[in-house]
């Protein structure tokens, strides 16, 4: 284990339905991450939140919208999502300030399926 | 926008025979990450190189990077059927301080 844990594991949702995806990470980090994995194609940066602060979103759609309570928790809430949206949706954290010197701490990733 | 593309997409050796993967990216980078994916898993940090660096080794992996070809190569000797996975090379460059990831060598070791 990564320290890096993600809830549910796996999702099936219509696309008017709102769920929400949980990370939460035991490691003392400073910086978390959302990635959207879909097959054949590259890891897709989302969002990446420094000290509770977004610094980055990578012009994802408002459909996606994300909240970090704290430096241990991340949410991603999802809401009248497309078929196109179903993914894996991987969690990670860093020591660091979200740059790409740091170590990423990866989560075991939400299967997300939008019917 | 892509900046590190991984090669070959699949590999399939036997357990005991060393296992090559290359990545090569665009633009100037400062650093580069190696990370392995089992199947339906989050990735695994294995190592990072440094601009400056030529060469990294962490057990059985060795890793190089050629600054002036754009690229890097991820060695694993001895392989075991354990390492069978998805490997990722990550850099930075292209105008963004963020990891950029490439999109993978399957490799595939056989008992």
């Known amino acids: 284990e990564t320290g890096v844990t993600q809830t549910p594991r796996h999702l099936v949702m219509g696309m008017t339905n709102k769920k929400s995806l949980k990370c939460e990470q035991h490691l003392g980090h400073n910086a978390m991450y959302w990635y959207k994995q879909s097959a054949k194609k590259p890891l897709e940066l989302m969002f990446v939140y420094n000290f509770k602060e977004q610094t980055e979103n990578n012009s994802v759609p408002s459909r996606f919208s994300p909240e970090c309570p704290n430096s241990s928790h991340l949410f991603l809430h999802l809401h009248t999502l497309q078929p196109e949206d179903s993914a894996l949706y991987l969690c990670a954290s860093s020591q660091g300030e979200g740059t790409s010197t740091d170590t990423q701490y990866f989560g075991p990733g939400t299967r997300l399926t939008v019917l | 926008s892509q900046q590190g593309e991984e090669d070959p997409q699949a590999l399939s050796i036997q357990e005991g025979e060393n296992a090559t993967m290359n990545c090569s990216y665009k633009?100037?980078?400062?650093?580069l990450q190696w990370y392995r994916q089992n199947s339906g898993r989050g990735l695994v940090h294995l190592i990072l190189i440094r601009s400056n660096e030529r060469e990294k080794h962490s057990g059985r992996l060795r890793v190089t990077l050629d600054t002036s070809k754009k690229s890097s190569s991820l060695l694993i000797t001895a392989s075991r059927a354990a390492d069978t996975a998805s490997y990722f090379c990550a850099t930075d460059g292209g105008g963004t301080d963020k990891l950029i990831f490439g999109t993978g060598t399957r490799l595939q070791v056989f008992p």
């Open positions: 633009t100037s980078i400062n650093n």
